[in-house]
């Protein structure tokens, strides 16, 4: 691994930050993400999110090879005194370079960017049966301290 940089994603890194997204078990039994052509929804997502100051698709880039992704979104709140927070999702690195250190680098990266913005708090959540995911967030100094719930629609 050469050094990491950080980046906000670009139309041309969409593909393969879906290719991120799509190798995950959990993921690929929610849904099936396909060829541009067919899924005009996702490119219409990236181009919301890239059009929207308070959301930031970051891509982890090692010698020109996207090598992980994340999706930092800030929220004004009037809770903890007007204190914006800063929710972390989408949090892939590829199969073949976990355990090197990338997820920590990029981590470490998205909670720089919520500090630099003055958020009060970041937030995330992950899904119950990814135990791993749990002991890496904790080993950052996440606390398991709310109870999520999601509905699908």
């Known amino acids: ?45 990236f181009e919301a ?22 999706q930092l979104t800030f929220i004004p709140s009037l809770s903890r005194r007007g204190a914006e927070r800063m929710t972390i999702e989408a949090v892939r690195v590829r199969t073949d370079l976990r355990g090197h250190g990338i997820g920590k680098a990029m981590m470490r990266w998205a909670l720089d960017r919520a500090r630099e913005r003055g958020c009060g708090l970041a937030q995330l959540t992950t899904d119950k049966r990814r135990t791993d995911a749990h002991r890496f967030y904790a080993g950052l100094g996440f606390t398991a301290s709310h109870e999520g719930m999601k509905l699908a629609l």
Not at 21 to 42: G, N, T
Not at 55 to 69: F, H, M, R, Y
């Open 1 to 45: 691994m050469t050094q990491l940089i950080f980046r906000s994603a670009t139309r041309a890194d969409v593909p393969e930050i879906l290719a991120l997204l799509e190798d995950d078990a959990i993921h690929r039994s929610r849904q099936q993400v396909v060829a541009e052509r067919d899924d005009a929804a996702c490119w219409a997502a």
């Open 49 to 70: 999110i890239d059009a929207d100051p308070r959301n930031e698709l970051i891509v982890a880039e090692d010698a020109g090879t996207v090598v992980g992704t994340c």
